[in-house]
T-cell receptor
Framework: GDSVTQMEGPVTLSEEAFLTINCTYT??????LFWYVQYPGEGLQLLLK?????DKGSNKGFEATYRKETTSFHLEKGSVQVSDSAVYFC???????????FGTGTSLTVIP | GAVVSQHPSRVICKSGTSVKIECRSL??????MFWYRQFPKKSLMLMAT?????????EQGVEKDKFLINHASLTLSTLTVTSAHPEDSSFYIC?????????????FGSGTRLTVV
């Protein structure tokens, strides 16, 4: 079945470091891919998305490219800030739109 | 953009009592809403799918009689935790999509922190 595999955390980085959080997926057909962010004590917010192969989603300095050949959607940011400390979830919507799958989440802590 | 409002944000209740959590789509209609449970430092666990005008669909292992779901209108779903016990203490989150989830993804409520004492 469809699924999302996300790198284990937690991740701790210094401010201004480069961030990569890996996400790979297994799916039938052509899913849509998402990254959500959850700040402490809050619900999830959509960070970015890509609906077809080679699309690049971007928001707030974060980017992810939908790579069908490697079935990946890795999240990157060139220079993280303390305010980026949160849990990041990779997610997939199946090509029928009927199912939505989350990765296990990756906790990021950015230290000054 | 789409907004999902969830109330209350925090609730403390005594063992044996019931607690109702509301999830509202504020600027769109949602025939389907989802309820998740999140344990500390863990991912989201889908509990049930709430369907407007019909019975909810529960995931395996989720007690229907303990977690009552009602989706009486296109903008409101409620989750009632009945006869709550300390092990029901958790973070509960609802979500809905304003349209095709492949395009819009899902919008989440801000969550409800339930503590049963």
């Amino acid at each position: 079945g469809d699924s999302v595999t996300q790198m284990e955390g937690p991740v701790t980085l210094s401010e201004e470091a480069f961030l990569t959080i890996n996400c790979t997926y297994t799916a039938t057909g052509y899913p849509s891919l998402f990254w959500y962010v959850q700040y402490p004590g809050e619900g999830l917010q959509l960070l970015l998305k890509a609906t077809k192969a080679d699309d690049k989603g971007s928001n707030k300095g974060f980017e992810a490219t939908y790579r069908k050949e490697t079935t990946s959607f890795h999240l990157e940011k060139g220079s993280v800030q303390v305010s980026d400390s949160a849990v990041y979830f990779c997610a997939l919507a199946t090509n029928t739109g009927n199912q939505f799958y989350f990765g296990t989440g990756t906790s990021l802590t950015v230290i000054p | 953009g789409a907004v999902v409002s969830q109330h209350p944000s925090r609730v403390i209740c005594k063992s044996g009592t019931s607690v109702k959590i509301e999830c509202r789509s504020l600027d769109f209609q949602a025939t389907t809403m989802f309820w998740y449970r999140q344990f500390p430092k863990k991912s989201l666990m889908l509990m049930a799918t709430s369907n407007e005008g019909s019975k909810a669909t529960y995931e395996q292992g989720v007690e229907k009689d303990k977690f009552l779901i009602n989706h009486a209108s296109l903008t409101l779903s409620t989750l009632t935790v009945t006869s709550a016990h300390p092990e029901d203490s958790s973070f509960y989150i609802c979500s809905a999509s304003q349209g095709d989830s492949r395009i819009y993804g899902y919008t989440f409520g801000s969550g409800t922190r339930l503590t049963v004492v």
